[in-house]
């Protein structure tokens, strides 16, 4: 039963460029949930999705991220035209219904260079 | 909103010691509790948690109670080991909010 899946576990990208990262979430969760980490500071909620639907994107910047969880295939988290301070560890969370805890993924750590 | 607050890290100790890692919360209702425990270049695991008053969640040694009447969820261990440095973040989920939020972590350092 493999657990919630990040890839690509570390990411390079220059400034300007596109970086899309993607989270596989355990089978039978329905609930994704992604989060930033930036060094020396804890998680950031960012957003929280269902199949098919954003439910709550009140943490995510307005401007150059988006994020998706299609019917089929991963949730995608996009962020358009990085600049540095986009660095940080990008994690990944799915559950059921959250009270019975959240499975995190290894995050995807990205550098903007 | 719902917020926690955990005691600043590091935390150093020598192994065998006796762990706490405090942690305060505010919320609306009755969240539920979770301790997670992070290691180097790793995501979150879930180590430990509580849905209500009084209940005690305990995993791999480590113990923490939900205690309304203080409105906190204090992470102990009896004897710590090298293994267990890592960094522990604190966290609830419901009390008004579907948002689950997490503390900013404490990072613990043990020494043989």
């Known amino acids: 039963n493999a657990g919630v899946m990040q890839n690509p576990r570390h990411l390079v990208r220059r400034r300007g460029q596109e970086a899309r990262l993607r989270c596989s979430p355990m089978k039978g969760h329905s609930h994704v949930y992604w989060y930033r980490q930036l060094p020396e500071e804890g998680l950031k909620f960012m957003v929280y999705?269902?199949?098919?639907?954003?439910?709550?994107e009140s943490g995510m910047p307005k401007e150059r991220f988006s994020a998706e969880f299609p019917k089929e295939g991963p949730s995608i988290l996009r962020i358009q035209q990085v600049v540095r301070g986009d660095s940080a560890a990008y994690f990944c969370?799915?559950?059921?219904?959250?009270?019975?805890?959240?499975?995190f993924g290894s995050g995807t750590r990205l550098t903007v260079v | 909103g719902n917020s926690v607050t955990q005691m600043e890290g590091p935390v150093t100790l020598s192994e065998e010691a006796f762990l706490t890692i405090n942690c305060t919360y505010t919320?609306?209702?009755?969240?539920?509790l979770f301790w997670y425990v992070q290691y180097p270049g790793e995501g979150l695991q879930l180590l430990l948690k509580?849905?209500?008053?009084?209940d005690k969640g305990s995993n791999k040694g480590f113990e923490a109670t939900y205690r309304k009447e203080t409105t906190s969820f204090h992470l102990e261990k009896g004897s710590v080991q090298v293994s267990d440095s890592a960094v522990y973040f604190c966290?609830?989920?419901?009390?008004?909010?579907?948002?689950?939020?997490f503390g900013r972590g404490t990072s613990l350092i043990v020494h043989p």
């Open positions: 919320a609306t209702g009755y969240p539920s």
């Open positions: 999705l269902q199949k098919e639907n954003i439910i709550d």
């Open positions: 509580a849905t209500k008053a009084d």
């Open positions: 966290a609830l989920e419901g009390g008004g909010s579907y948002i689950p939020t």
């Open positions: 969370a799915s559950s059921t219904t959250g009270t019975e805890g959240y499975t």
